[in-house]
């Protein structure tokens, strides 16, 4: 239950002070986002932390002035793969198998399966399916930042080519999806602070089949 307790708590921070968030704490929401389950458990994103302000205050105007870019004490970026490469996928089975003390003949199968499904995808549909995966992990940083009473604001507003731009993204092959502001809550200039979360209630939201 105190997993709900954390969500009720929680809510899309909009203004922040400027603490400094523990380092121990920002860990903890880091693991918390490696430890999040992906496609296949390939994990086809990598994660920047920015704390630089310099450099936040360069991706602010990107993300049409979004004051949390700036604000916040971490800013994280969620950028995909750009592609599912037989190079990617395969060094993703060797780093599993020594893992996991496996011969390659215990995963080729799965392996083989998984560059011909791929294969099949346009790019940009690969790329689509990275950034789905990215949302997970964002997903498992939310709920680990409520855990630890870090406030967070998930982010789709920026301009993703230059934000890729500005952060060389496309030389590593890798394409933005995601922000996550991170720090503590401005509770006296934030307007939507102590207001009550709206849902759907339950039986808006799912419906059981028989």
């Known amino acids: ?10 809510y899309a921070t909009k203004s ?10 920002l860990e ?4 918390a986002i490696r430890l999040a389950p992906s496609s296949s458990g390939l994990q086809p994103y990598t994660v920047f932390v920015i ?3 310099a450099l936040r205050a360069r991706l602010r105007p990107l993300c049409y002035d ?5 604000q916040a004490s971490h800013l994280l ?6 592609a599912y490469t037989a190079e990617r996928i395969n060094g993703f089975f060797q780093f599993s198998n020594d893992i996991r003390q496996l011969p390659g003949s215990v995963t080729d199968d799965y392996r083989l399966s998984l560059l011909d499904s791929f294969g099949a995808m346009s790019q940009a549909q690969q790329t689509a ?4 995966q990215c949302y997970i992990a964002l997903g498992f940083g939310l709920l680990a930042a409520a855990e630890a009473r870090i406030d967070a604001s998930p982010m789709e507003g920026f301009d993703n080519q230059a934000v890729d731009e500005l952060l060389q993204l496309p030389e590593q092959g ?7 502001a991170l720090g503590h809550r401005d509770s006296d200039n934030d307007w939507l602070v102590g207001m009550k979360k709206v849902r759907r209630d339950k039986a808006q939201l799912f419906i059981e089949l028989p």
């Open 1 to 10: 239950m105190a997993l709900l307790d954390s969500l009720h708590w929680r």
């Open 16 to 25: 922040y002070t400027a603490e400094t968030i523990a380092q121990d704490q």
């Open 28 to 31: 903890f929401i880091l693991e």
């Open 51 to 53: 704390r630089d302000p």
């Open 66 to 70: 979004q004051a949390q870019i700036t």
């Open 77 to 82: 970026v969620f950028a995909a793969w750009d």
């Open 129 to 132: 399916h990275a950034a789905k």
């Open 174 to 180: 890798l394409h933005s999806a995601v922000l996550l």
